[in-house]
């Protein structure tokens, strides 16, 4: 199996791959360079949009808009208006937090992810967006990455990206609610790269990328690692499963944010790439997060 670029960018530091099956194209977003962008699948279609606010996390909703978690607060993308609504403050101070990917439950609540940018003290965490207002889940890690829920819904994926390895809580049916945490795979052996993006397979594996490890790994259920797939790229950053059949894994890697030096070893850096798999994905959730709070107010791209 053999990586093709997907979107040459270079990004400066692309993230949160997402693919939409209903306008057959993958999102993703450039945290650094505070970009929303779309490609189809065909190539038709490639768009960037600017974002006032530094993006770190990105959900697609069941109506077609798109939930973008930045440094200061929770935005709603509308694409057929591009329009950018600004729905609610980050739950946390963005002078040292920001969101940091997300995922959605089975039952369509949005969850957030977030780190701590002075990277001294583990004070990220994990936040469910009930329309209203966030409710933490977890906490204790210093940069946390996708939270991924396996297929049944019992239980909680959350990598622990600064201390290399993926966290497992199982889930409460009636709550939605985390408890016993435990470590689901630690890769601090294995590779000098940690655990960042993952995305789930229909055989309720993990894809998971290795940043700073020029890889991505599948991981079993039982915390087994089953595959290492090289990648043309030292940080990729996040998988995704996408195309008509979930067949393709697209992949997010960080680009000129990174050093010269490293770009020029790497040279598919800051690219989108795609695979071709043998294993389809898990279809990724909708966010069905309620109502938008009163004070929302609306802003043109």
Known sequence: MNWRIFDAGPGVFPESTLWDAAREGLWWLDIHARLLCFRSLNGQT????????????????????????GREALWRFHPDTE?????????????????NDAGVSPT????FSSLYDPKDAARAGLFRYDGAGFERLADDVITGNTPVWNRDGSR????????????????????????GRRVHWSGRAFSPGRPDGMALDSEDCLWV???????????????????????????????????????????????????????HAYPCSGAILALCCDIAGHPPGLARPGSAPAQAQTQEP
């Open 83 to 99: 329009s950018l609504t600004r729905l609610i403050d980050t739950p946390f101070n963005a002078e040292t937090m920001r969101f």
């Open 209 to 263: 990328a290795l940043f700073e490890g020029a890889a991505v790994v599948r991981i079993s259920p039982t915390g087994e690692l089953l595959r290492v797939l090289p990648v043309p790229a030292l940080c990729p950053t996040r998988p995704a499963f996408g195309g008509p059949d979930l067949r393709t894994l697209f992949l997010a890697t960080a680009g000129t944010a990174r050093p010269a030096g490293e770009r």
């Open 46 to 69: 490639r768009k960037n949009w600017p974002v006032n606010d530094e993006p770190g996390a990105l959900l697609l909703d069941a109506d077609g808009r798109l939930l973008l978690g």
């Open 156 to 179: 909680l994926y959350w990598a622990d990206t600064r201390g290399h390895r993926i966290l497992c809580f199982d889930v409460s049916p009636a709550s939605g609610r985390l408890n």
């Open 108 to 111: 369509g609540e949005p969850v």
